[in-house]
C-alpha cells in the first residue's frame, strides 16, 4: 500500500479566492490522479497529474479552473481557482504503485466556499 | 462513454444475513473492477478488487463475481456485522487508460443489531 496524506485536511474559503490543495506520498508511484466527491455523491476524476509534464484533465473539467502540477514522483497540487460555492466538495488525491492496477486514497480535503 | 450502474441505492439488512450489491458496466475494454468501502469523514478503502481474467473471489466474508459475457459484477458480504454498515463503491477501469477508474453511485448498506 502507500502512505498518503493531504493538506490541508479542511478549509472554508470566500467565493473568487483560490485553493492549493497538496498530496504527499511516502514513497515513489507510478500515477496520481485526483477525484471530486460532492456531498453525498460518488467520486468523479477530475484528471490525473502526469510527472513533470501537463495534467490529463477528464471532460467538465479544465485547466485554468483546476491546474495541477506534479513535479516529481511523490508530490502533487491541485489548485482550485476562482471558486464559487458550487465547488465545495471533497476533493481527494489517489495513487497507484508500480505496474499494479491497485489505487489507493488519500484522506480527501473538505472545501466549503462561502 | 463508460458508465457503471450500481444498485441498489440503499441496503438495509439484518445482522448476519448476507448482502449483495450489484454492478454492471458498458466498456468493453473494462478489465480491473475493485470494490471500495467509505465510512462516514473517511477515505475510500479497498475492500477487495478482481480482474477480467477470474470469475470470482473471495477474501474471509466478501466475495466478488464478475461476469464478462453479461457485463455484470457483484459483490457478496456474508454473515454480516455492524461494522459493514457504509457505503461501498463498485468501480471499473477506463478502456485502455492504465489506472483511471470510473465509479458507480454507491450503495448505502446498514446493518442493524
Known amino acids: 500500500s502507500a502512505v498518503i496524506s493531504q493538506k490541508p485536511s479542511r478549509d472554508i474559503c470566500q467565493r473568487g479566492t483560490s485553493l492549493t490543495i497538496q498530496c504527499q506520498v511516502d514513497?515513489?508511484?507510478?500515477?496520481m490522479f485526483w477525484y471530486r466527491q460532492q456531498p453525498g455523491q460518488s467520486l468523479t476524476l477530475i484528471a490525473t497529474a502526469n510527472q513533470g509534464s501537463e495534467a490529463t484533465y477528464e471532460s467538465g473539467f479544465v485547466i485554468d479552473k483546476f491546474p495541477i502540477s506534479r513535479p516529481n514522483l511523490t508530490f502533487s497540487t491541485l489548485t482550485v481557482s476562482n471558486m464559487s460555492p458550487e465547488d465545495s466538495s471533497i476533493y481527494l488525491c489517489?495513487?497507484?504503485?508500480?505496474?499494479?492496477?491497485?489505487?489507493?486514497f488519500g484522506p480527501g480535503t473538505r472545501l466549503t466556499v462561502l | 462513454g463508460e458508465n457503471v450502474e450500481q444498485h441498489p441505492s440503499t441496503l438495509s439488512v439484518q445482522e448476519g444475513d448476507s448482502a449483495v450489491i450489484k454492478c454492471t458496466y458498458s466498456d468493453s475494454a473494462s478489465n480491473y473492477f475493485p470494490w471500495y468501502k467509505q465510512e462516514l469523514g473517511k477515505r475510500p478503502q479497498l475492500i477487495i478488487d478482481?480482474?477480467?481474467?477470474?470469475g470470482e473471489k473471495k477474501d474471509q466474508r466478501i466475495a466478488v463475481t464478475l461476469n464478462k459475457t453479461a457485463k455484470h459484477f457483484s459483490l457478496h458480504i456474508t454473515e454480516t456485522q455492524p461494522e459493514d454498515s457504509a457505503v461501498y463503491f463498485c468501480a471499473a477501469s477506463i478502456g485502455d487508460s492504465w489506472g483511471k477508474l470510473q465509479f458507480g453511485a454507491g450503495t448505502q448498506v446498514v446493518v442493524t443489531p
Open positions: 489517489s495513487v497507484v504503485k508500480g505496474s499494479t492496477d491497485t489505487q489507493y
Open positions: 514513497s515513489q508511484v507510478t500515477m
Open positions: 478482481i480482474r477480467s481474467n477470474v
